[in-house]
């Protein structure tokens, strides 16, 4: 293998010029990750109180709400007694994140039905059409970033530039409405809207799920090739890149055998940056399509005023959020050597 080559193969060395030990390798990756678990639980906790403090500013109230203008106040006082509304927003915001570390969100005020299995109901449709919106626009994204760096100033290259200058200017919605007129509508190829569960038939799933999915991938595919491309077209100028053509081995070979893992960064983070973008994108998707998602459970709570819910829904949101940038975090970690390598002492013995 020529040094080229070895350049991004080869693992990294210390001070001393000696290959990391085992100890070395786990401190280098315990150290950004301890960093991400410490971030993601922060801005869980802040992200609780606020949720919780718009439902006590909401000043929503289920005897109100529920037993409607005949209600006597003992009515009233009983209610806010079962719901614990009686306690102070300090021990009842303890209290309700107590039981959500649990597990249990609540209740609903006007069906009683546990606000968890609501979620768990509705949470699987979004996670399936944004898991595949995901997949969308990781391949074509992708695809058309590595095509673009190889044919850097070529045909693709400018066909590619200018598809993804278009498509960072149409809203999801936008596509959405497209996309019926032409396969639901024009050709009808695919249904305009409802949802079939992928346990039950994946394919029928797969034609219910791709209008939306495809909907709420054009800006993340777009933003990925751009992106990608800028990145490759940047390390095939590297030292090593260039050397190892020099040396005969093809672009191609150089590209997906070193150049496309050391500039895989930058994406990773704007496909992380996605993430929240196809789940807040998700709330028009589920109206256009007519999918019974958390989007859609959230917009009807927030119409009845069934604050429970309302809380519910928001912080299972936050935590998909979270969930999917620590993992994306957690990737870039792998493949970034720099990002790996455990803190070294300054001093000097």
């Not at 869980?44 to 005949?70: C, D, K, R, Y």
């Not at 074509?140 to 530039?161: E, H, K, P, Q």
Request: glycine letters at 10%; charged letters at 10%; one cysteine or more.
């Amino acid at each position: 293998m020529s040094a080229a080559i070895s350049v991004t193969s080869a693992p990294s060395r210390n001070d001393q010029g000696h290959a990391p030990t085992l100890a070395s390798r786990v401190a280098g990756i315990a150290a950004p990750v301890g960093r991400m678990l410490l971030i993601a639980v922060t801005v869980f906790l802040l992200a609780s109180v606020l949720t919780f403090a718009l439902g006590a500013l909401s000043g929503a109230n289920p005897a109100a709400a529920v037993l409607g203008e005949t209600a006597t106040p003992d009515d009233i006082a009983r209610m806010e007694q079962q719901f614990g509304l009686d306690a102070p927003h300090w021990q009842q915001y303890l209290t309700w994140l107590g039981h959500a570390l649990q597990g249990d969100l609540g209740v609903s005020w006007f069906t009683t039905v546990p606000v968890t299995d609501s979620i768990k109901a509705a949470l699987p449709v979004d996670l399936s059409v944004a898991g595949l919106a995901l997949l969308i626009a990781v391949v074509v994204g992708g695809a058309a970033g590595i095509g673009a760096a190889l044919s850097n100033g070529g045909v693709i290259d400018r066909s590619v530039t200018v598809v993804c200058s278009v498509l960072a200017t149409m809203p999801p919605f936008v596509v959405g409405i497209a996309l019926i007129v032409v396969f639901s509508v024009k050709l009808d190829l695919l249904p305009s809207g409802g949802y079939v569960p992928v346990g039950q038939d994946p394919v029928e799933w797969l034609r219910f799920a791709i209008l939306p999915a495809l909907a709420l991938s054009v800006e993340a595919a777009g933003a990925l090739a751009r992106q990608l491309r800028t990145s490759l077209v940047g390390a095939l100028r590297e030292n090593y890149a260039t050397g190892a053509e020099m040396r005969g081995f093809s672009r191609r070979r150089v590209m997906f055998g070193h150049v496309l893992r050391n500039a895989s960064g930058p994406a990773l983070a704007v496909l992380g940056y996605a993430v929240p973008t196809i789940i807040g994108g998700a709330v028009i998707a589920e109206k256009l399509f007519n999918l019974p998602g958390i989007a859609q459970l959230a917009l009807q709570s927030a119409e009845q005023g069934d604050v429970p819910v309302i809380l519910g829904t928001l912080m299972v949101t936050v935590v998909v959020v979270l969930i999917a940038s620590t993992v994306v975090n957690l990737v870039q970690t792998a493949l970034n050597p720099l990002a790996r390598r455990a803190p070294r002492s300054t001093g000097r013995a």
